[in-house]
């Protein structure tokens, strides 16, 4: 299960470091890159305030999220968002995969995971929900990217259930990962957080004792971020299960030399902000 979400998520993520998408939101009217992210992955809940997206979002500094939002709306509307990151992940996809964009294994993996989509219980999961009701595209290779995104989304819901649950907020979850060296160095400026913010949710980290006095991770603490792991992916069964082992299985075999070519384009980095580690 976990290398499908890997190949799932290597397949949306390259539309967050796309070249073709500096051009593409500037053409929309998106004031620069973070106007761009923010706009472009919270426009299917519509022109939503910025303490909507710093919820659903939950790892990004407050004020972050208020330098680009709701101001976006009055550049972009939604739909009109929507349309500039289709567009920005049709470009950037096709240059990536090649040939492989028009091959038939994609018309095949689309309606894989589009049944996976529409099989998972919107209940609980907005952001999935948002993207999930989002017209699918006609075009095999955009209608995969739109069903995996949503599917992303389902996942990254679950995920920050699992974070709630365990009573870590989303600066502190980026403690951890960047104590854990799963993200680059530059992650409290990628995500927002003062240096007063960040060096609090570490304090508070040591007190739990997730963090030692030199700030590396302890045994307890790595025990309850794999306890948050786990019940992510138990979150997150229900696409698998609608394919069942099977068509789980097909659609990981799809995706991989889709995989492949998105890497070997440096279509995804590693690290990444997104800690997601290499399939």
């Not at 992955?41 to 500094?61: D, E, I, K």
């Not at 794999?226 to 992916?233: G, H, I, K, L, S």
Request: glycine share 8%; net charge negative.
């Amino acid at each position: 299960m976990d290398e499908f979400w890997r190949l799932a998520e290597c397949c949306h993520a390259p539309v967050y470091f796309a070249p073709e998408a500096k051009e593409v939101y500037a053409d929309a009217g998106l004031k620069g890159f973070w106007m761009g992210y923010f706009a472009s992955r919270s426009a299917a809940l519509g022109p939503v305030s910025p303490q909507v997206v710093t919820a659903a979002f939950y790892n990004f500094a407050p004020s972050m999220v208020a330098r680009a939002i709701p101001d976006a709306w009055r550049f972009c509307p939604p739909e009109e968002v929507l349309a500039a990151r289709l567009e920005v992940a049709g470009l950037c996809l096709r240059r990536l995969l090649g040939d492989l964009a028009d091959h038939p294994d994609v018309r095949e993996a689309a309606g894989l995971a589009g049944a996976a989509m529409d099989a998972c219980p919107a209940a609980g999961r907005v952001l999935f929900a948002a993207h999930a009701a989002v017209p699918t595209p006609g075009e095999p290779l955009a209608a995969l990217w739109h069903a995996l995104t949503a599917l992303r989304e389902f996942r990254g819901d679950g995920h920050v259930a699992a974070l709630v649950t365990a009573g870590v907020d989303g600066c502190e979850a980026n403690v951890v990962a960047s104590a854990l060296g799963l993200v680059p160095p530059e992650q409290r400026a990628y995500r927002g957080w003062t240096e007063e913010e960040w060096r609090a949710a570490a304090d508070r980290l040591r007190e739990r004792g997730v963090l030692d006095r030199e700030g590396a991770v302890t045994e307890k603490g790595r025990r309850e971020r794999d306890a948050v792991e786990a019940a992510t992916e138990h979150l997150a069964r229900a696409p698998m299960d609608a394919l069942g082992e099977a068509g789980t299985a097909r659609l990981a075999h799809l995706l991989r030399p889709l995989v492949t070519r998105i890497i070997d384009g440096g279509g995804v980095p590693f690290p990444n902000a997104m800690a997601m580690p290499r399939p």
